[in-house]
């Protein structure tokens, strides 16, 4: 079912039209209700009116998701109707059956940079096995719910993916003013690992265009941008991003052409004329270029399909929680998961190269409007269309109108709010309040962020999320060592001595913990250890335990107790009792503490912690 809980109800007062029906947007099936031919017509004149804006907006990300589709077919080394396949596939399957209403698919940088090797290595026929065998594992990943790991990703994380994939989408327009000759189009194709790759524009060694069309080109993108920003003041009938292309295409062909010059248009890059996708074991292009499906083949694409479902997962997660937090709604991320790998098991049995979602056009189809199933499936369906029927009309665009669409994309992409926390975090307190910045974060967080951004444009996306992961666990462990409480108190006569521990006592506190107690030749011999206010998470825990028993006992201590353990923390120990076996200890039910008069207070001090 097409129709989303959180679409908006249009009332029939506020259409032009004498029917009765109310119509919530992107609902499919409301000709159900029709009793009469006069009520079909009538019910989908008003259902094109309730949903205008859903359908322009999937028109629109359609038209801008051609020369992306074809610039990555050629990064990935195959023909430019392989990108296209794979975009209105990916697209239809994620629109229907993933979990985010609105979110877009299509053929994607990310994945294209994975192929090229396993393409020119073994040919395009391991590629579509590479696919499918990635959209079985994204399935398993749905299906097993794992989705629900997308909340150990950090906000830094998320602040420097989408600061990272603004500046890659920004820059990635500048490749319009490159010059592509027919023999120099499969020479583009780049590795994942390949260093500066977002900056292949100003790096490919393609020559640039020639003055006079790079002026007129950027004529066109400062006319898209205009219209986006003034289009809407004067009508709202169309969404202003294709407004900007259908300006600039008029503009290309009403005024650039007849004063004798001209910039480059859809036609210029690569024919986007096709057929509609069959298996590819019976499709002649490509059924003597598949090998046998065996233990050799498997050894080959498990690790490409491993990489392509881990990025594509990474991808559309993130941009799940983005949208989810621009619109204010809640997505699935395992049906997500689900939609996207049907959409990559489909992509490769037809012919397509895979892909993920596009934060770019989602965001451009969420701007525009387009929140439900429909204007996604809209542009899923209408890149069919183009491939199909409309190439002649899609060829006149000129690219430059695309890439000033791209151009806000990457602006509305940007968290621009984030200049102001890194400067903030930066600059001493003195500064700050002279300047008026409130707000302020941990430096650690503005790091994990920039290196997410810088990791982005040095290498990859998918990798710069890795990398944020890593550093915000490192920080996460080491910050937690940090936080242990200590207290110590001595019986009158000097024989007893109890200590009080707080915090969390796992890998990364294990040193801080050990070295926080006091040489125990110059303590009481008989010791007890409290620990209201501590849990034990792991095995290094566990084992920071017994270390502390052996070393009492090891200087003369004649009682060594652990007491006041919580539940879980008991439970954890009881299943590694081998690990700290010889050494006394007691959960919370096991003790009375409130009538031990050496500690019948708290025995945690706040105001006096020993760290």
Request: aromatic share 10%; proline share 4%.
């Amino acid at each position: 079912n097409l129709v989303d809980e959180e679409t908006d109800v249009v009332e029939s007062k506020d259409i032009n039209t004498t029917s009765a029906y109310d119509l919530p947007v992107g609902d499919v099936f409301c000709w159900r209700q029709t009793t009469s031919i006069r009520s079909f017509f009538e019910l989908t004149w008003k259902w094109l009116l309730v949903n205008k804006s859903q359908i322009l907006s999937g028109i629109t990300v359609a038209l801008a998701q051609v020369p992306e589709a074809v610039s990555f077919s050629f990064v990935a080394g195959v023909d430019p109707i392989v990108g296209l396949q794979s975009a209105w596939i990916m697209g239809i399957c994620t629109s229907l059956f993933g979990g985010r209403p609105g979110m877009v698919a299509g053929a994607t940088g990310a994945v294209a940079v994975v192929l090229p090797k396993i393409v020119k290595d073994h040919g395009i026929g391991y590629m579509f096995y590479a696919v499918m065998l990635a959209g079985i594992i994204e399935i398993l990943f749905g299906l097993l719910r794992l989705g629900k790991l997308i909340r150990l990703i950090p906000h830094p994380v998320m602040v420097g993916f989408v600061n990272g994939l603004g500046i890659v989408i920004g820059v990635a327009q500048f490749n319009i003013f490159k010059v592509r000759e027919d023999d120099s189009l499969k020479e583009v194709s780049r590795n994942l690992l390949e260093v500066g790759g977002a900056f292949s524009p100003f790096t490919n060694g393609l020559p640039w265009v020639n003055a006079t069309m790079g002026f007129w080109m950027a004529f066109h993108i400062v006319i898209a941008l205009l219209t986006y920003a003034f289009f809407p003041k004067l009508t709202k009938a169309i969404p202003a991003s294709l407004a900007s292309i259908i300006v600039t295409t008029i503009l290309e062909w009403a005024l650039v052409r007849p004063v004798g010059y001209r910039t480059n248009t859809v036609k210029d890059l690569a024919s986007v004329s096709g057929s509609f996708p069959i298996p590819v074991w019976a499709d002649n292009d490509y059924k003597d270029l598949m090998p046998p499906l065996n233990g050799h083949t498997l050894g080959i694409i498990t690790p490409v399909a491993f990489t392509v479902a881990a990025i594509s997962l990474l991808e559309s997660l993130l941009t799940l929680e983005i949208i989810d937090e621009l619109t204010n709604t809640k997505g699935n991320g395992n049906r997500e998961a689900f939609g996207q790998g049907l959409g990559q098991l489909l992509s490769g049995l037809g012919g397509g190269m895979g892909g993920c979602t596009t934060i770019g056009q989602s965001l451009m189809n969420i701007h525009s409007g387009g929140y439900t199933r429909l204007s996604s499936s809209v542009a899923a369906i209408f890149m069919l269309i183009i491939i199909l029927a409309a190439y002649h009309l899609i060829n006149l665009i000129p690219v430059a109108g695309l890439a000033g669409v791209m151009f806000v994309v990457t602006y509305f992409t940007i968290e621009w709010e984030s200049a102001w926390i890194i400067l903030s975090a930066l600059l001493p307190m003195k500064y700050r309040l002279k300047y008026g910045l409130t707000t302020k974060v941990k430096r650690t967080d503005v790091f994990v962020m920039l290196s997410v951004v810088a990791v982005t444009l040095i290498l990859d996306l998918a990798i710069a999320v890795g990398v944020g992961l890593v550093l915000s666990s490192l920080i996460f462990a080491w910050d937690s060592g940090n936080t242990l409480t200590f207290d110590r108190q001595v019986s009158e006569d000097g024989t007893k001595v109890v200590y009080s521990v707080g915090g969390p006592i796992f890998f990364g506190s294990i040193k801080p913990l050990l070295d926080i107690f006091p040489n125990p030749r110059d303590e009481p011999k008989d010791v007890t250890i409290l620990f209201n206010h501590a849990d034990i998470h792991d095995w290094s825990g566990m084992v920071a335990i017994k270390k502390l028993h052996d070393r009492f006992e090891r200087n003369g201590a004649t009682s060594v107790k652990f007491k006041n353990l919580n539940v879980a923390s008991h439970k954890l120990m009881e299943k590694g009792k081998g690990i700290w076996e010889g050494a006394d200890i007691y959960k919370i039910e096991d003790v009375d503490v409130e009538h031990d008069p050496l500690v019948e207070h708290n025995h945690y001090d706040g105001k006096n912690p020993h760290l």
